[in-house]
C-alpha cells in the first residue's frame, strides 16, 4: 500500500457490507482513519442487521488501523448531523465523504407502491444529500476561517441511472437524481476547496447478486473475480484523496479492471425554422433530425 491517505479521515456509508465495507477496508489500508456508517438493515430496507458497522470497524482495527461505527439514519437530519459529528469529535476532523449507502424494492411501474417510490427515493437521494449538506457547511466553515481543505466527495450513482432499469423506476430515478446533484454541489462548492465526483459501479453485492445473477456469478477457484467489490475501492480511494486535485465534477463507469469516463447530455442534431412550429412541422423535423442521431444504449434489464 501507498498509504495515499494517511492522516486524512474518511466517512463510508453503507459501509456493513459489499462496496460500502470493501471501500472502508480499502481506505484504512491506505492509512485513513474511517467512520463506518451502516443502519444494519436489510436488501429491502426493512429491519436490523447485527451490528455491521460494529464488525467492519472491529476488523479495521484488528489489522492496525482506525475506526469507528454510526449506526444512524443518514437520510435524516439528525442522523446525517451525527454522523459528521462523530469524524470530528472521534478524530478532530473530516476529510472524505463516500456516499454509498442504499437498499432496493423492485417493481414493474404499475405495480410500484408509492411508499416503495418513497423509501428507495429516501434512502439513496436524500441520504445523499443530507451528510453531502452537513459535511460541506463543515468545511464552507474551514475555508472562511482560513483552513481551505482538500475536501473529497464519492457519490454512488448507477448504471440504471445513466441508462434506467427495467423494473427499478424509482432506484433509476433515484440515481439519476445523484448525477445531478454530484453536478451542481461540484460547480458550488469548489471555492471551498471542495471536490465532488460520482462513480457507477459494477460489482457483486447484496442488490447486484438477486438482481442480475448470472452476471455476477463469482468464478472458478483461481480466476479474475471480475464482480468483486474490491475492484471498484481503488478509484474510490484515488478520488477521496489529496492526489486527485482538480478532477470534479466527474462521472465514471467502473467495474473489474475497467475505468470509463462517462459524458453525459451533449446537444445533438438541431435545426432552428427561426419562428413558431406547427405540431405537424414539429413531428417531421423531429423524424429527421433522429436520423442523424446517435442510437440510444439499451435500457439495463432489456438486452
Known amino acids: 500500500m501507498t498509504g495515499i491517505c494517511e492522516g486524512r479521515v474518511t466517512i463510508v456509508t453503507g459501509a456493513g457490507r459489499g462496496l460500502g465495507r470493501a471501500h472502508a477496508l480499502a481506505f484504512a489500508a491506505e ?16 429491519g436490523g442487521g447485527e451490528g455491521p458497522a460494529d464488525q467492519v470497524a472491529a476488523e479495521i482495527r ?15 437530519t439528525q442522523g446525517a448531523a451525527s454522523l459528521i459529528a462523530t469524524a470530528l469529535d472521534t478524530y478532530g476532523r473530516l476529510d472524505t465523504l463516500v456516499n454509498n449507502a442504499g437498499f432496493l424494492r423492485d417493481r414493474m411501474l404499475v405495480n410500484l407502491a408509492e411508499d416503495e417510490w418513497d423509501a428507495v427515493v429516501r434512502v439513496h437521494l436524500k441520504g445523499h444529500f443530507l451528510p453531502l449538506k452537513h459535511a460541506a457547511a463543515h468545511w464552507r466553515a474551514e475555508a472562511k476561517a482560513g483552513r481551505m481543505p482538500q475536501a473529497r466527495v464519492v457519490n454512488t ?6 441508462l434506467g432499469s427495467v423494473g427499478q423506476g424509482n432506484y433509476s430515478a433515484a440515481k439519476a437524481g445523484i448525477l445531478g446533484l454530484t453536478l451542481v454541489s461540484a460547480a458550488e462548492l469548489s471555492r471551498y476547496g471542495i471536490q465532488v465526483n460520482a462513480i457507477a459501479p459494477a460489482a457483486r453485492t447484496r442488490m447486484t447478486e438477486r438482481t442480475f445473477a448470472d452476471t455476477m456469478a463469482a468464478p472458478e477457484a483461481g480466476g479474475f ?24 465534477g466527474r462521472v465514471f463507469e467502473t467495474e473489474a479492471g475497467r475505468i ?44
Open 31 to 46: 492509512g485513513a482513519r474511517v467512520v463506518v456508517n451502516d443502519l444494519g438493515v436489510g436488501l429491502d430496507g426493512a
Open 62 to 76: 484488528a489489522a492496525g488501523g482506525e475506526a469507528v461505527a454510526h449506526g444512524g439514519d443518514i437520510a435524516t
Open 157 to 162: 450513482t448507477s448504471g440504471a441511472g445513466l
Open 225 to 248: 473475480d471480475a464482480m468483486a467489490p474490491e475492484n471498484v475501492s481503488p478509484l474510490v480511494v484515488w478520488l477521496g484523496s489529496a492526489a486527485s486535485e482538480g478532477v470534479t
Open 260 to 303: 470509463t469516463v462517462m459524458e453525459g447530455w451533449r446537444p445533438g442534431p438541431t435545426r432552428d425554422k427561426g419562428a413558431r412550429w406547427t405540431p405537424a412541422e414539429a413531428g417531421a423535423t423531429v423524424r429527421q433530425l433522429l436520423t442523424g442521431a446517435e442510437t440510444p444504449q439499451p435500457v439495463y434489464g432489456a438486452r
